[in-house]
């Protein structure tokens, strides 16, 4: 059963003339994380994105033998909360989440649905000893709602390890991955966001 996650405020629109996307920080979400990912959204999608109010972390969420939160569980809660006036929705976590898939995940959507989730935890984890300057980890952010704002949009992961579509499973892979989507991937971008203007 998914965690009944509460929006206790009234609705919140999105003052829009494209399709919006929301970003919410969850916990202790640095607010910097959030407006890097809302600036890259309006930069690279020329979609509106609003950074909401920080929430709360809801506890039904975290997997108390593993101590990480169930990133199906949040989208699913997620997409229940019909109080957040979205196109899309980001949401930011500075927890580690899993799905029952994989034993952690950056970000998490589905195909061509509504909410996102995002993790900073293991994006800012020292994997040489040395933790990533912040610059590098919001940049490493960035590239994750990029591509998990793709998923939303109907893009599946692409071949090309050159796109912000390619499937990054390590902090290394991702930096390898330019922030830039190919030309395949921005023409499906293009058509799907044509198809909600």
């Not at 929301?22 to 407006?35: C, E, L, N």
């Not at 000893?129 to 591509?147: D, N, Y």
Request: proline share 9%; glycine share 6%; hydrophobic share 45%.
């Amino acid at each position: 059963m998914p965690p009944d996650i509460h929006l206790n405020r009234p609705d919140i629109p999105l003052n829009r003339k494209t399709p919006g996307v929301a970003v919410i920080p969850f916990g202790q979400a640095p607010d910097t994380a959030a407006k890097v990912i809302a600036a890259h959204i309006s930069g690279y999608l020329n979609m509106t994105a609003e950074i909401l109010p920080a929430m709360p972390l809801p506890p039904q969420a975290l997997d108390g033998g593993r101590l990480q939160y169930n990133a199906a569980l949040l989208i699913d809660a997620l997409e229940k909360a019909d109080r957040i006036d979205a196109f899309k929705i980001i949401a930011l976590f500075d927890v580690d989440l899993f799905t029952p898939l994989f034993t952690h995940v950056f970000g998490e959507a589905r195909q061509n649905g509504r909410v996102a989730v995002i993790s900073l935890y293991r994006l800012a984890t020292p994997t040489d000893g040395m933790c990533p300057p912040s610059g590098h980890v919001l940049e490493r952010v960035a590239k994750i709602a990029l591509h998990e704002l793709g998923h939303l949009l109907n893009l599946l992961h692409c071949a090309d390890p050159h796109c912000l579509m390619h499937f990054s499973d390590t902090p290394d892979r991702l930096d390898r991955t330019p922030l830039n989507f190919c030309r395949y991937c921005r023409r499906s971008l293009h058509r799907s966001l044509a198809a909600w203007s």
